[in-house]
Nanobody, 115 residues
Framework: QVRLVESGGGLVQPGGSLRLSCAAS????????MNWYRRAPGKARDVVAA???????NYADSVKGRFTISRDNAKNTVYLQMNSLKPEDTAVYYC?????????WGQGTQVTVSS
């Protein structure tokens, strides 16, 4: 069993930045991929960014050039650096870990972009 705990969400003005963290209770180096999803009000949960075991990163078109996913294996933590935030980025952001033996979700952290 792996526990994922997100942090770093909050209220930010349009154009601002936030960095989300996802701390895992297990070794993320063992994962197939570490990912960030988000669920905006009234919408389905969608993938935002994915980071493979090899270090390859992929992003949703809506966040390309603004968001960066990274990880620190020594700290078992994955990050999502979010720049140039827009009101449409408002959502609950979830960490998702794909391990060979199972998949896990965090509890989510709220990000609100508003003036």
């Amino acid at each position: 069993q792996v526990r994922l705990v997100e942090s770093g969400g909050g209220l930010v003005q349009p154009g601002g930045s936030l960095r989300l963290s996802c701390a895992a209770s297990g070794s993320i180096a063992d994962s197939n991929s570490m990912n960030w999803y988000r669920r905006a009000p009234g919408k389905a949960r969608d993938v935002v960014a994915a980071l493979s075991k090899s270090g390859s990163a992929n992003y949703a078109d809506s966040v390309k050039g603004r968001f960066t996913i990274s990880r620190d294996n020594a700290k078992n933590t994955v990050y999502l650096q979010m720049n140039s935030l827009k009101p449409e980025d408002t959502a609950v952001y979830y960490c998702y870990a794909d391990f060979p033996w199972n998949r896990y979700w965090g509890q989510g952290t709220q990000v609100t972009v508003s003036s």
